[in-house]
């Protein structure tokens, strides 16, 4: 059992590199929120630019302090409930620093028994380009 | 120890669905190749597309055999010097089934003490306004 848990452990690194460098290639802007603290726990310079600001600066923050959403709406369960939704998971939101309307596309799942979102963000002026170009 | 690696199997399990999703999620056309044995170990939707199959049926194939590059080139080669290279490391390759020509973005990186390329594929055409929808 130890063998087989210290093979499983060289085999699960390997998938963290992966991780690291399938964020760092990707041009897609991606963060991933844990929904019981809200906080960002990973995202790439992309995902950084659209919301203007660094990867280390974002990484831990408060991903709803970065978005607004209609006029009292609670940002994250807006995107939870865009989440949980069937099909086309995405909704609307700002970047508020950077005042960007955003397309956000939302998935949510569980990883070690926490709730997780991942989420793509595209400039909302760019999302029809953008889904124009894969077609 | 043995502690101590359960919680890092729990962790990078964790790690394991969190890379799935992100393929998942990606529009951008993904592909990670093992270098030893030129095989595809995982790709995206986007990448079955732009390579004119499914995931299931490319998953482990020969990448070299999906590609064509110019005359005389061995594809591999071609990636891994491209993955080496600083700076942009793009390169132009035609996806066989589909005939499609390729701009190739790459990353070459060890995971497991394996070298390990990782694809990010745009059609050429395209290139040029993908990148604009970025800026």
Redo the contacts between chains.
């Keep these: 059992a130890?063998l087989a848990?210290?093979r499983?452990?060289?085999?699960?690194?390997?998938?963290?590199?992966?991780?690291r460098?399938?964020?760092?290639?990707?041009?897609?802007a991606?963060a991933?929120v844990a929904l019981n603290t809200g906080r960002i726990t990973?995202l790439n310079g992309?995902a950084a630019q659209i919301l203007g600001g660094s990867v280390e600066d974002l990484k831990g923050a408060a991903f709803a302090d970065e978005l607004t959403g209609g006029a009292g709406t609670d940002v994250l369960d807006q995107l939870a409930r865009a989440g949980r939704s069937d099909g086309a998971a995405r909704t609307e939101l700002t970047a508020r620093r950077t005042r960007t309307p955003l397309m956000v596309?939302v998935?949510l799942?569980?990883?070690?028994g926490?709730r997780?979102l991942?989420c793509?963000m595209d400039?909302a002026d760019?999302a029809a380009?953008?889904t124009q170009?894969?077609n």
Excluded: C, P
């Excluded at 499983?8 to 991780?19: G, K, P, Q, V, W």
């Excluded at 799942?109 to 070690?112: H, I, L, N, V, Y």
């Design positions: 130890q848990l210290e499983d452990y060289e085999l699960n690194r390997d998938i963290a590199t992966r991780m460098v399938l964020l760092d290639i990707s041009r897609d991606i991933f990973d992309s596309g998935t799942f569980r990883a070690a926490e997780m991942v793509r400039r760019h380009a953008g170009a894969l």
